[in-house]
């Protein structure tokens, strides 16, 4: 029962990971309880679960499982975080839950499974359940393949992808486990009921039973479609809806059928590509040519049981596609033409789409080939033509079919027709637009009227199915000349059709549904469209391109003409009916007088016939009556003008006001043609002409006008037919013109004599160039150069221009044909019709096979001749047609060309093509203009830009649809090739946005789309994004949305953060250009905003730019996409509008107390979420939304969340008004308008962004008014994102920006606003890196390097790696604020800023010296600090190089300072009023100010009454530094922190004195306590001072060497008392102690303070430190921090070997104490070091390495402790990650088996292995025995002398002998004297006065007097402590100056006694403690033998200097 009390104590997640079972159990049943007590689902308690989901599922003990199954269960169902451990859980549940043999835990793992699929991991599950089913244990199949059935059972086909569990059915089929078989026929009935048929080709190969056992299942099944049951937490609408028609009991049939033939499944999805390329016969083309058929029938029987798979891997079958059209085409045995043919079919129909590419070979060839009678052979052609058009398109192919349509074989033609109308039947009025059904009813109507039988039958049916696809009404045009026996056949055809999609109904019904459907993609409204009644699309439809001139009256004049659908066709009449119908409707005596020779009756009798005119009704009004009674005798030869213009005014008004014909045109067009020279009648026939124009269409009467003006001779009038229809074509428009009609009768008036014709002839080509471009100018191409010029200067001049709108026409150019013509001609832009009249070579027979074979050659320079040849064909026949033979195959394998001349070469060969073949190109694009893709993913850019140059020219002839159609692009997308991505997503964001409809291909784009965003390439991802709001416009937000469901969490997340963003700035489809054009002016920019919503949201769009500033909207209205709506829905929003304006008074912001509290509260509290994101997500923005409700007026709140960005603005405006007046209640809800700005910063909209920043420019000003300071929570939900904006590309925008962020700092500390910066720096946009950088110099300029946090070495380290950025600017920007660093702090910046590259600190220091201010602090600068500090007397006292700053534990003063400064506002306030509270304290004025010594606050006096004694403590008399002095230093701790802060000051007499305070303290034990906990900050103070002395002080020769000495004194002085006080010296921490040894030791090795006065004591000094410092230091500090110390100088390159070999020297030391040290020693810790160290240094590299003391050192070390602990030490590696790895591991081993081996022997033998002792006992006996005695003779006064010179020289001979034995026992003086006396020998035998600086730890000079019993014993004398304290100074300093003058000679030793032994080594550490305790006891004696008094002088003076300065110090306190 004791452990049960000991894990139930146990929290609840510790429980479930608890080996006991039962607690475990306990954990469960808890956890349980707790997740279903949790309601939060977002709740922090979910994480602390997160990585023990999968133990609660795989529990080991089986009662234990089933009840964390449970709690697994409530976790996954209830926690937000669930979904991160699917793939680990469902795995869990597969192999530890499945094969448990209770039901309840194989129960609860699949409810698990089926869990996680309903929170949206459908795809994980899914993998892990299919892996399962590999596993040996058939019952964990079983569960897997239940699981997955249940799951698609209950979730559907749609959530549980089909695919992969198709493909291991036959697998589970063949199980021999009969469970599994059952398991799995279970499975494929629940898949049938999903996907039907489509499952019968992957099962087709299993057992013949099975596959019957299964038909029996399916056929029981329901034939109803199946539903999904269980819903996705995505899909809760759709449950609803479930749940609502289950209660209904109803099921809404109509819907769900829509909804099944969605998602029809293919059955060629689920099957496996095979690959069939590699399995062909190896020599089947060579048996595909023989002459024998047998051999050619093997090979084909080869290839057609290779093409029955179904599903074809994709390759390149060029090769066996051609081989197989040949023996099509060519071979005479049917029988194999028969299987060739079945080849094609079974290779389209397994390739499908990819097979396109090969369609245009195949199809001319089976066309032709249907001349053969045989109907297997017929049936075979049939099979595959019909197999090729299904991976092609309608349009693709049209050409070659046309060809043969007019074939002189009638089977051919009825073939040709019959496989239109099959092909009709796959068709949709969308995929054959008129474009392609007008050319083929052409060709029908002529095979209607054909002799042969059959053909006239196939070309009734073919109309017929074309009838019933695009209904009747599209037809009718292309039947008019049909009579009406035959147009009744070709409708009971139409009827008898049934179309593949299942189409029903006759087709009339057909044509009301389809013809919406069919107009829905040209209007911009499309989308809104289909909600509409049918009956309103088509005026609507009609009235988009009339919006241009006349907005309003257009709609109304085609509504009107709408019905008037055919032209009026009239019969001529004879002059006899039309007389008698004439004198019906004219007065008698207008008729009499018609042909009176009288020229006035005539015109009286004209005038009553125009008065008659005007009267009729259109209806009773008989045109052709009337005008062939103008045309009566004198008709148009009358002679006077009056009456003739009265005449032609008359036709003009006929034309216009009744039904007239083509047939009445032509009475009267012949005359108005002779008149339109006239000089007084010209300008009423024109009038006339214009009228018949509009009434019988422009482009007919142009025809016949034109034609009759050149039949005439009269130059006038050919010259003003031509200015009359260049001025007819501006009015009308040029839809429908026939260029070729009158394009010969502008040839000749260009080569007439006379000017005015050949002017208006230019002039009227040059309006034509407006509407038909550069094209137009190749008709002309023969003409004289002169001519040419004046041609080309013309259309200079219309160059740029656009064409003016349409104002005439409307009547007859609209009717029903006019959206299809538009929708054509606006997308070719005219030039394909222009193309098709130019006059075209076939250049196929110069093809020649000799040329492709040159292209394809191996030799470069042959393949060039090729291509040279193939340059000069084109060329020289300028325009081609479609046939060019083989060219496109070998052309397309040059392409990929090694040599990128070629590929260049080809790619302008294509160019050439695409000019020269024009719209005819289309078929080409499969074949050659995909390959044109891939060469975007060339390396080279100059072959990618001529790629694209190439690419456009092509899209320039073909429009984009053919290259969206297919997979091809979406395949291109998916190679992984940046370039290729870049350019490729580059050119379709350019092409996207102006095509008005795409083919539903697009959709494959996506998915790679999708990882383009997430590409490695910036550009790729760059291009993506630009690309993805091109890609919704056409696809749709929605579906572009869904498209994620695949993704992974972190993609899916970002990818819709990125649709979000997009959908903001989604393109609105365009209108049609023409109008686009027209459009253009009128609208205004808010009003192509709301076309960029998506298409649910317009019409709100649109009704809410209505209160927008009126002359917007004005504009808005006509210009607006929806048109129709926008016209009906026009009153109620201005009406809502002006009831908005009366609910907007009043104020805005409310003021709700306490409120910003609570949020912040809860935000830490974590009950909302914190503002932090890369992209804003919606549950931020809602979140916003709720907390903003309260805040704001519920007008403003809409206004603020409302989609359009324009409502955002106008908001923001209102903002601006309210804020001054209503400032309080901004400042409440601050937190939350500053959260709303950040979302504006998402937004890519630059006027809500100006906007904003203005308003932010004006809170900013206020809030600093009001003295507000930002809290930490605003400020950082704020600062970051303002900071994203400063990188903005726009120069405006950052130019706010940095405004801003200088505002920011009146009211947010600028030491916080450091942080963001420095942040902002590490951004990926340059710019931003660039800006931060500036604005960090600016802070640093304006606020010194107090703002640098968290410390300026720190930051400036960080500022300096971007000096190396790859960015100029950022470069400079970096630079400019290290000169800022520079100029506030001088050289010191050097230190702080680290290592940089010689270049990057050549450039810096080539900055400095052009940038830096020449004094500290400029005269600028003075004048600021003046402004701001006007009542500080000390304000403007100049900065010295400013002191080092500290880091780490120092950056602690400084928050405190900041602190204490804001806390005393009230007193600042007083003294300062005008200087914000965080400015206040200028520690610099306190550092750097030393008149007065009042400047460093006494530590013994201040506070420390807790520590002392009580005192009275005197006021003090001086307070010159600041009025609040006291008040800021009102702490121990913070004084302590700010004394030590000087002790680092670059001022050396500020250091003295911090030190000369700190030392004060330590030497007294009862004060010092006070430094406890300030250790490590003092020790990094002290060696960063070490270090400036080093770097900065020691090289400034400007400075006294004195002052440098003394400095050091103190410092060695401070560290003495410090670290002789163990209490204090162990608070030092390793990292620390590293950096302090490695100060020191750098002092040991400085050889420049050889050169100061007493340079060499200083170095003893230092040298005594040492010792202490490895004495009293926790053990385990020091020796980890001098491994790391040797590993780091052994790294570095830079480093002096010397200071190695020092580091080592003191690990000997180390190593000599470990017996009394062990057990102090944290042994895992320093095992961890030396593992580090060996990782490192293996043993290999440390033997490599020039000596080998390291290698010794370490070894040492090791051996070392391996003797004091035994096999213990293994145990002591628990730090040490991999420990099996590690080398230390097996080195210990080796020791520890070692060390037992010789156990007997003296521990001491393994301490070293380069000591070189002989393990031979005898000659150990006689090196013991030579020892003793030469030890005995130095003992004995007599023969002293001599036993130290044998000693020396018997270490001279064996410089490896272990002296320690010896002297172990004798005392430490013994043990120095004999130190001493060798060092005395060495000396005079070396005969050296002076050595070297560079010498290993130094010892103090001794006198050598004798051992001596004497012993004076130091203690107080009764003296006050300050003087005891400066007394014992003094004792110090005189002994060392009575050493030196001793034996001046003795020092260093040089560097060739580097390599002691080690026993030498470690006594010579060892014994610095007793020459201490040596000196103090005998130091009178020693002043006695001082021989330099002027030298001792020096010391002393120093020490009465620093004592007179202490005292002074005293002195002014009091």
């Known amino acids: 029962m004791g452990d049960d009390s000991e894990w139930m104590k146990l929290p609840v997640d510790q429980k479930c990971e608890h080996k006991i079972w039962k607690a475990r159990l306990n954990g469960y049943e808890e956890a349980l309880k707790i997740f279903q007590r949790i309601q939060d689902e977002k709740s922090p308690e979910w994480g602390k679960y997160l990585g023990l989901i999968k133990k609660f599922v795989t529990d080991s003990n089986a009662v234990a499982q089933l009840k964390g199954l449970e709690a697994a269960l409530a976790y996954i169902e209830n926690a937000h975080v669930a979904g991160k451990t699917t793939g680990e859980v469902v795995s869990g549940v597969v192999g530890k839950v499945f094969n448990q043999p209770k039901a309840r835990a194989k129960e609860l793992g699949t409810d698990i499974c089926l869990m996680y699929i309903e929170i949206e991991k459908a795809e994980v599950v899914q993998d892990e359940l299919i892996k399962g089913l590999d596993n040996k244990n058939p019952k964990i199949v079983v569960a897997c393949v239940e699981t997955i059935r249940k799951a698609l059972c209950e979730f559907g086909s749609k959530i549980i992808t089909l695919k992969p569990v198709v493909k291991v059915l036959p697998k589970l089929f063949e199980s021999r486990e009969k469970a599994v078989r059952d398991e799995a026929k279970l499975l494929a009935v629940e898949i049938y009921r999903w996907i039907r048929d489509a499952l019968r080709p992957p099962l087709q190969n299993i057992n013949s039973v099975q596959l019957k056992e299964l038909e029996e299942e399916w056929v029981k099944l329901p034939t109803a479609a199946p539903k999904q049951t269980r819903f996705l937490r995505s899909q809760q609408d759709l449950k609803a809806k479930f749940e609502q028609q289950q209660a209904a009991g109803g099921d809404e049939a109509d819907g769900d059928d829509e909804e099944e033939t969605e998602v029809q499944v293919d059955p060629y999805e689920l099957l496996e590509a095979v690959e069939i390329l590699s399995k062909l016969p190896k020599d089947f083309y060579e048996k595909i040519e023989a002459k024998k058929w047998q051999e050619r029938k093997e090979a084909l029987e080869a290839v057609e049981a290779l093409t029955k798979n179904p599903k074809l891997e994709n390759g390149d079958y060029g090769d066996l596609v051609r081989a197989l059209k040949k023996v099509v085409g060519k071979d005479a045995n049917v029988m194999l033409v028969s299987m060739a043919a079945k080849c094609l079919a079974g290779l389209a129909a397994g390739l499908r789409k990819k097979f396109g590419t090969y369609a245009g070979h195949v199809v001319p060839t089976i066309l032709e080939k249907f001349k053969e009678k045989k109907p297997q052979v017929v049936q075979a052609l049939q099979e595959a033509i019909d197999a090729v058009f299904l991976t092609t398109t309608l349009q693709n192919i049209s050409e070659d079919v046309l060809a043969v349509m007019d074939n002189k074989n009638p089977s051919i033609k009825q073939q040709a027709s019959l496989f239109l109308a099959r092909s009709f039947r796959h068709c949709t009025p969308s995929t054959l637009p008129k474009s392609v059904l007008k050319p083929f009813c052409a060709a029908f109507l002529k095979q209607v009227n054909d002799s042969a039988p059959e053909v006239r039958d196939a070309a009734f049916e073919a109309l017929g199915t074309a009838m019933k696809v695009v209904g009747e009404k599209a037809v009718n045009p292309f039947l008019a000349d049909i009579d009406k026996l035959k147009l009744e056949k070709i409708k009971e055809c139409a009827d008898k059709v049934e179309l593949v999609g299942g189409k029903k109904g006759g087709s009339a019904g057909g044509e009301k549904k389809e013809k919406p459907a069919a107009k829905a993609p040209p209007p911009v409204e499309a989308p809104a469209k289909p909600s509409g009644p049918p009956k309103k699309a088509p005026p609507a439809k009609a009235a988009g391109p009339l919006k241009k001139g006349k907005p309003a009256s257009a709609p109304s004049g085609k509504s009107k003409k709408a019905p008037d659908t055919k032209e009026v066709v009239e019969t001529e009449l004879s002059l006899e009916v039309c007389e008698e119908k004439a004198a019906t409707v004219l007065p008698a005596s207008c008729m009499q007088l018609l042909d009176s020779g009288n020229w006035k009756e005539r015109l009286a009798s004209m005038e009553e016939f125009q008065r008659a005119v005007e009267q009729m009704d259109k209806s009773e009004m008989p045109c052709q009556a009337l005008v062939k009674m103008l045309a009566k005798k004198p008709g148009w030869k009358e002679t006077n003008f009056q009456v003739m213009q009265m005449k032609l005014h008359i036709v003009g008004l006929i034309a216009q006001k009744g039904s007239f014909s083509k047939t009445s045109a032509l009475v009267v067009l012949d005359g108005l043609v002779d008149k339109i020279g006239d000089v007084k009648c010209g300008s009423n026939a024109k009038e006339a002409l214009t009228a018949i124009g509009e009434a019988c269409s422009l482009p007919w009467t142009a025809e016949q006008v034109v034609s009759m003006a050149f039949a005439q001779k009269n130059p006038k009038n050919q010259a003003e037919t031509l200015n009359w229809l260049a001025n007819a074509m501006k009015e009308f428009g040029f839809a429908g013109i026939n260029v070729k009609a009158f394009i010969n009768n502008v040839k000749t008036a260009l080569g007439a004599t006379n000017p005015a014709v050949r002017t208006s002839a230019i002039t009227l080509l040059g309006v034509m160039f407006l509407y038909m471009g550069a094209p137009l100018r190749m008709f002309f191409e023969d003409e004289k150069p002169a001519l040419l010029s004046q041609i080309d200067a013309e259309f200079e001049k219309m160059q740029g221009q656009s064409p003016p709108a349409p104002i005439r026409g409307a009547k007859k150019a609209g009717g029903e044909e006019e959206g299809e013509k538009a929708e054509e001609e606006e997308v070719d832009g005219g030039a394909g019709d222009i193309m098709d009249l130019l006059p075209r070579t076939d250049i196929s027979d110069k093809i020649t096979s000799d040329m492709v074979s040159k292209i394809g050659d191996k030799n470069w320079k042959i393949r060039k001749e090729g291509l040279d040849e193939v340059t000069a064909v084109i060329s020289e026949a300028k325009f081609i047609q479609a046939n060019i033979g083989e060219l496109p195959l070998a052309l397309r394998g040059r392409l990929n060309d090694s040599n990128k001349i070629l590929v260049q070469q080809t790619l302008g060969i294509l160019q050439q093509i695409a000019t020269a073949m024009g719209p005819a190109l289309k078929q080409q694009v499969k074949n050659l203009g995909i390959p044109i893709i891939t060469v975007l993913g060339d390396s080279k850019s100059n072959v990618r830009a001529a790629a694209l140059t190439t690419l456009n020219a092509w899209v320039e002839q073909t429009g984009m649809k053919e290259w969206l159609e297919g997979e091809d692009l979406s395949e291109e997308l998916k190679k992984e090739n940046p370039f290729l991505r870049q350019e490729v997503l580059g050119w379709l964001a350019e092409k996207l946005p102006t095509l008005r409809t795409v083919p539903a291909d697009l959709m494959l784009c996506v998915p790679?789309?999708?990882?383009?965003?997430?590409?490695?390439?910036?550009?790729?991802?760059?291009?993506?994004?630009?690309?993805?709001?091109?890609?919704?416009?056409?696809?749709?937000?929605?579906?572009?949305?869904?498209?994620?469901?695949?993704?992974?969490?972190?993609?899916?997340?970002?990818?819709?953060?990125?649709?979000?963003?997009?959908?903001?700035?989604?393109?609105?489809?365009?209108?049609?250009?023409?109008?686009?054009?027209?459009?253009?002016?009128?609208?205004?920019?808010?009003?192509?905003?709301?076309?960029?919503?998506?298409?649910?949201?317009?019409?709100?769009?649109?009704?809410?730019?209505?209160?927008?500033?009126?002359?917007?909207?004005?504009?808005?209205?006509?210009?607006?996409?929806?048109?129709?709506?926008?016209?009906?829905?026009?009153?109620?929003?201005?009406?809502?509008?002006?009831?908005?304006?009366?609910?907007?008074?009043?104020?805005?912001?409310?003021?709700?107390?306490?409120?910003?509290?609570?949020?912040?509260?809860?935000?830490?509290?974590?009950?909302?979420?914190?503002?932090?994101?890369?992209?804003?997500?919606?549950?931020?923005?809602?979140?916003?939304?709720?907390?903003?409700?309260?805040?704001?007026?519920?007008?403003?709140?809409?206004?603020?969340?409302?989609?359009?960005?324009?409502?955002?603005?106008?908001?923001?405006?209102?903002?601006?008004?309210?804020?001054?007046?209503?400032?309080?209640?901004?400042?409440?809800?601050?937190?939350?308008?500053?959260?709303?700005?950040?979302?504006?910063?998402?937004?890519?909209?630059?006027?809500?962004?100006?906007?904003?920043?203005?308003?932010?420019?004006?809170?900013?000003?206020?809030?600093?008014?009001?003295?507000?300071?930002?809290?930490?929570?605003?400020?950082?939900?704020?600062?970051?994102?303002?900071?994203?904006?400063?990188?903005?590309?726009?120069?405006?925008?950052?130019?706010?920006?940095?405004?801003?962020?200088?505002?920011?700092?009146?009211?947010?500390?600028?030491?916080?606003?450091?942080?963001?910066?420095?942040?902002?720096?590490?951004?990926?946009?340059?710019?931003?890196?660039?800006?931060?950088?500036?604005?960090?110099?600016?802070?640093?300029?304006?606020?010194?390097?107090?703002?640098?946090?968290?410390?300026?070495?720190?930051?400036?380290?960080?500022?300096?790696?971007?000096?190396?950025?790859?960015?100029?600017?950022?470069?400079?920007?970096?630079?400019?604020?290290?000169?800022?660093?520079?100029?506030?702090?001088?050289?010191?910046?050097?230190?702080?800023?680290?290592?940089?590259?010689?270049?990057?600190?050549?450039?810096?220091?080539?900055?400095?010296?052009?940038?830096?201010?020449?004094?500290?602090?400029?005269?600028?600068?003075?004048?600021?600090?003046?402004?701001e500090h006007p009542t500080n007397p000390n304000a403007t006292f100049l900065r010295k190089p400013a002191q080092e700053e500290v880091p780490n534990k120092l950056k602690i003063m400084y928050r405190t300072y900041r602190i204490q400064a804001r806390a005393q506002n009230a007193h600042l306030e007083q003294s300062a009023p005008s200087i914000p509270k965080e400015f206040q304290l200028d520690l610099d004025v306190f550092e750097n100010n030393h008149t007065c010594a009042s400047d460093i606050p006494d530590l013994v006096q201040h506070k420390l009454d807790e520590v002392l004694e009580p005192v009275m403590i005197p006021e003090r008399k001086m307070r010159t530094v600041s009025p609040h002095f006291d008040d800021i230093h009102n702490s121990t701790a913070s004084t302590i922190n700010f004394v030590i802060s000087q002790v680092a000051s670059g001022d050396i007499n500020t250091s003295i004195q911090a030190l000369a305070q700190i030392d004060e303290v330590l030497r007294q034990a009862d004060k010092a306590e006070a430094m406890s906990g300030h250790i490590d900050q003092f020790l990094i103070a002290t060696f960063m001072q070490l270090r400036l002395i080093y770097n900065t002080h020691m090289a400034d020769d400007r400075l006294d060497k004195k002052d440098i000495f003394k400095l050091y004194s103190c410092i060695i002085g401070n560290m003495l008392s410090l670290f002789s006080m163990e209490s204090l010296a162990r608070e030092a921490s390793m990292g620390v102690l590293k950096d302090l040894m490695h100060g020191l030791i750098t002092l040991m090795l400085d050889s420049r303070v050889e050169d100061i006065e007493d340079g060499q004591q200083l170095i003893r000094s230092v040298n005594l430190l040492v010792v202490r410092v490895l004495e009293k230091s926790d053990q385990t500090n020091i020796l980890s921090a001098l491994l790391v110390l040797l590993q780091d100088s052994l790294t570095s390159t830079a480093g002096s070997p010397m200071f190695s070999e020092l580091v080592m020297k003191c690990l000997w030391r180390m190593i000599r104490f470990l017996p009394q040290t062990i057990n102090s020693i944290n042994l895992d810790r320093i095992l961890l070091d030396v593992h580090n160290f060996m990782k490192v240094f293996p043993k290999e590299k440390l033997k490599q390495l020039k000596s080998d003391i390291p290698h010794r050192t370490l070894k040492t070390l090791l051996h070392t402790l391996c003797r004091l602990t035994g096999a213990k030490i293994l145990d002591h590696m628990s730090m040490i990650e991999n420990r099996n790895e590690s080398e230390l591991e097996a080195h210990l081993r080796r020791v520890v088996k070692h060390s037992t081996n010789l156990s007997g022997l003296k521990s001491d033998k393994s301490t070293e292995k380069g000591a070189l002792r002989s393990d031979d006992k005898v000659i150990k006996a006689k090196v013991s025995d030579i020892l003793s005695e030469i030890f005995k003779k130095i003992g004995s006064k007599e023969n002293t002398k001599e036993g130290l010179t044998e000693l020396y020289e018997y270490k001279q001979k064996y410089s490896d002998a272990d002296l320690e034995p010896f002297l172990r026992n004798t005392s430490q003086f013994f043990q120095s004297y004999v130190e001493r006396g060798l060092r005395m020998i060495e000396s005079e035998r070396e005969g050296k006065g002076r050595i070297q600086s560079s010498t290993v730890i130094p010892q103090h000079s001794t006198d050598s007097y004798l051992p001596s019993s004497s012993s004076v014993s130091i203690s107080s004398n009764g003296e006050d402590l300050n003087a005891a304290a400066y007394y014992e100074r003094l004792k110090i300093l005189r002994q060392r100056r009575g050493l030196e003058n001793s034996a001046p000679e003795e020092d260093r030793p040089p560097l060739s006694s580097l390599r002691p032994s080690v026993a030498s080594s470690t006594d010579m550490l060892h014994s610095k403690l007793s020459q201490l305790k040596e000196s103090r006891e005998h130091f009178q004696q020693e002043q006695s033998h001082s021989h330099s008094p002027t030298r001792s002088s020096s010391p002393a003076s120093n020490l009465d200097d620093l004592k007179k300065r202490l005292e002074r110090i005293k002195s002014n306190r009091q």
């Open 1008 to 1427: 790679p789309l999708y990882t383009c965003l997430e590409d490695r390439s910036g550009d790729v991802r760059k291009k993506a994004q630009d690309a993805l709001p091109t890609f919704m416009m056409h696809l749709s937000y929605e579906k572009m949305s869904k498209a994620t469901v695949k993704l992974k969490p972190a993609s899916k997340d970002q990818v819709v953060g990125m649709l979000e963003k997009a959908r903001a700035v989604m393109p609105a489809k365009p209108a049609a250009p023409a109008k686009a054009a027209a459009s253009k002016p009128t609208s205004s920019a808010p009003s192509s905003k709301p076309t960029s919503a998506p298409a649910r949201n317009q019409t709100p769009c649109e009704d809410y730019s209505e209160p927008e500033p009126k002359p917007d909207t004005k504009k808005t209205k006509p210009a607006g996409p929806v048109a129709k709506k926008g016209v009906v829905g026009k009153k109620p929003p201005v009406k809502a509008g002006a009831k908005d304006e009366e609910d907007r008074s009043g104020p805005i912001f409310i003021l709700v107390p306490n409120g910003k509290e609570q949020r912040i509260k809860e935000e830490k509290a974590l009950k909302i979420l914190k503002w932090n994101f890369m992209t804003p997500r919606d549950e931020y923005v809602e979140q916003l939304k709720t907390q903003m409700s309260t805040c704001l007026a519920k007008w403003l709140q809409d206004e603020l969340f409302h989609f359009d960005f324009q409502r955002h603005v106008k908001a923001i405006g209102a903002m601006i008004e309210h804020m001054e007046a209503e400032s309080e209640a901004v400042i409440s809800c601050l937190d939350l308008v500053l959260k709303w700005f950040t979302l504006r910063f998402f937004d890519t909209n630059t006027s809500v962004l100006m906007k904003a920043l203005e308003f932010l420019k004006l809170l900013f000003t206020m809030l600093s008014r009001k003295n507000y300071q930002l809290n930490d929570n605003e400020a950082s939900s704020f600062i970051p994102y303002l900071i994203l904006k400063v990188g903005e590309s726009k120069d405006v925008v950052r130019k706010d920006v940095r405004a801003i962020l200088t505002m920011l700092c009146k009211v947010y500390a600028a030491s916080k606003v450091f942080p963001f910066l420095m942040e902002g720096t590490k951004s990926k946009n340059s710019k931003q890196r660039s800006e931060c950088l500036e604005e960090l110099g600016c802070l640093i300029e304006n606020f010194g390097m107090n703002v640098c946090q968290p410390t300026p070495a720190k930051s400036l380290k960080e500022i300096g790696v971007h000096i190396g950025d790859r960015d100029t600017t950022v470069r400079n920007a970096a630079l400019n604020t290290v000169v800022a660093a520079y100029n506030t702090c001088g050289d010191q910046v050097f230190k702080l800023i680290g290592n940089l590259s010689e270049k990057e600190m050549s450039m810096l220091e080539e900055r400095i010296k052009r940038s830096a201010k020449k004094t500290p602090a400029p005269a600028a600068k003075q004048e600021r600090t003046q402004r």
